[in-house]
């Protein structure tokens, strides 16, 4: 069983600024592309970025220019700064490889963003 760990979520009013951190095996992560996905209330679990293995980055277009993704291969991390927040960026948060394997899911970091 593969365990991903998220963190750095919480409550941040709108316009604000949140940055996840997720630590995963080094065997599931240096030759592989990275991502943090998102779900939002009543909705399924949905993309939002990811950074391949060379440290190439691609958006969904709801966060491009509001969040950066980044990767640390010698601590096996990965990143999400989340800036200029909005409600609609309330999820719960979870990283992952690309594509996602079923049993790498972690618990998630939860974001709320509200005044």
């Known amino acids: 069983q593969v365990q991903l760990v998220e963190s750095g979520g919480g409550l941040v009013q709108p316009g604000g600024s949140l940055r996840l951190t997720c630590s995963a095996p080094?065997?599931?992560?240096?030759?592989?592309?990275m991502a943090w996905y998102r779900q939002r209330p009543g909705e399924s679990r949905d993309w939002v970025a990811h950074?391949?293995?060379?440290?190439?980055?691609t958006y969904k277009d709801a966060v491009r220019g509001r969040f950066t993704i980044s990767r640390d291969n010698a601590k096996n991390t990965v990143t999400l700064q989340m800036n200029s927040l909005k409600p609609e960026d309330t999820a719960v948060y979870y990283c992952?490889?690309?594509?996602?394997?079923?049993?790498?899911w972690g618990q998630g970091t939860l974001v709320t963003v509200s005044s």
């Open positions: 950074v391949t293995s060379r440290g190439m980055a």
């Open positions: 992952n490889r690309i594509p996602p394997p079923d049993n790498y």
């Open positions: 080094g065997n599931i992560f240096s030759q592989f592309a």
